[in-house]
């Protein structure tokens, strides 16, 4: 019996450690941020459900760092996250039949709303068609070949 009380005050001791630490890393790593993101179709204003929202950190030079976090909207194209740390943050949002959005953005207020327009797809183009406003090297004639 004796042991199991030592057991768990030990796990209260090391829970209780490791909330003041955490509380003190969250102080540490200076003010946070809510965002609120609210995502919608460009054309007419209209939410996009289940879009991705990709939020990746940015380094001092500018540069995307490892890691990141998706989030998805929900049926009014909303979603949100707390706690997000000052600085600048890369976000792309990402949904089936529109064009992939990403912007870079500096979180510098308590609370942000950042809303997101998504364009329909764009005409796309191959090299390997021919579009008319270029000939095809086939279709000229062959080079004559004079004699020597």
Known sequence: MKK????VMAAVI???VGMIGLAQAQDDEGPMSDLRFVVVRDYNG?????????LHPVNKKGKQSRG?????TDNDGRTNIDGIPY?????QVLAPGFQTFGEDYQINKPEMVITVKLKRPGGQYSVYENHGDAKKTD???P???KPQ
Do not use: F, T, Y
């Not at 199991?4 to 057991?7: H, K, M």
């Open 139 to 141: 279709d000229k004639k």
């Open 14 to 16: 090391v829970l209780a």
């Open 4 to 7: 199991r009380v030592s057991i």
């Open 143 to 145: 080079a004559e070949q």
């Open 46 to 54: 209209k939410p996009v459900r289940n879009a991705a929202v990709v």
């Open 87 to 91: 600085g600048p943050l890369r976000i």
């Open 68 to 72: 990141g976090l998706e989030l998805k």
